[in-house]
């Protein structure tokens, strides 16, 4: 049974790239590992991401560029899937990036498989990578979780729901994850895992 407001992302739904664009602010950043993790994701299927040769795991580029490059990176990698499925299988990327950076070793390799305590961290996770963006864990609980995502302009339907079933396929949990949309970059995210 879904809690009151969620429901099951629609990943099959259409998506305006350009409204989602728009919507991120001008100066937005995003670190450079995620756009790095693209590239080098785009590089295993043979293909070529437009832009620098490599990037700089924490230097701040773009958000925007960032936006289009995952689009690219979702269409040429999922050519079958609908965008929005594309975007979730890029998303599921993101934990294993962040967690084998130094930071992400830092800050989350004590926690081994321990999801609530990881989940607990929500906040230091997004702080360290984007701008702007924060997610607050709500309610953490042994098997479920409430975050809320305010200004991630990273296709928080979509993708950042592929961020936390990554999350889950990483550490060897099954879960799943509904939404509450709120606004383009904003929901918030009821999660289950066993």
């Not at 259409?14 to 991120?24: C, F, L, S, V």
């Not at 996770?125 to 984007?130: E, R």
Request: proline share 6%; glycine share 10%; net charge neutral.
């Amino acid at each position: 049974m879904s809690p009151e407001g969620f429901g099951p992302p629609d990943f099959g739904a259409p998506i305006d790239i350009e409204a989602h664009i728009e919507a991120a602010p001008e100066d937005g950043t995003l670190k450079g590992m995620y756009f790095e993790q693209l590239r080098k994701m785009m590089a295993e299927a043979g293909l070529i991401l437009p832009g620098p040769r490599s990037y700089l795991s924490f230097r701040d580029y773009p958000l925007r560029d960032y936006l289009r490059l995952s689009v690219a990176t979702a269409k040429h990698l999922h050519p079958d899937a609908p965008l929005r499925e594309g975007l979730r299988q890029v998303g599921r990327s993101s934990y294993r990036v962040l967690s084998s950076s130094l930071v992400g070793k830092v800050a989350f390799g004590v926690l081994g498989r321990d999801l609530q305590r990881i989940t607990k961290l929500v906040s230091k996770a997004y702080a360290l990578s984007v701008s702007p963006g924060r997610a607050t864990a709500l309610e953490v609980g042994d098997n479920h979780s409430f975050v809320r995502l305010d200004e991630v302009y990273t296709f928080a339907d979509c993708m950042q729901v592929g961020s936390f079933e990554g999350v889950f396929e990483m550490l060897g949990y099954e879960g799943r994850v509904q939404i509450k949309p709120i606004s383009l970059g904003s929901c918030e995210l009821y999660s289950r895992w066993q």
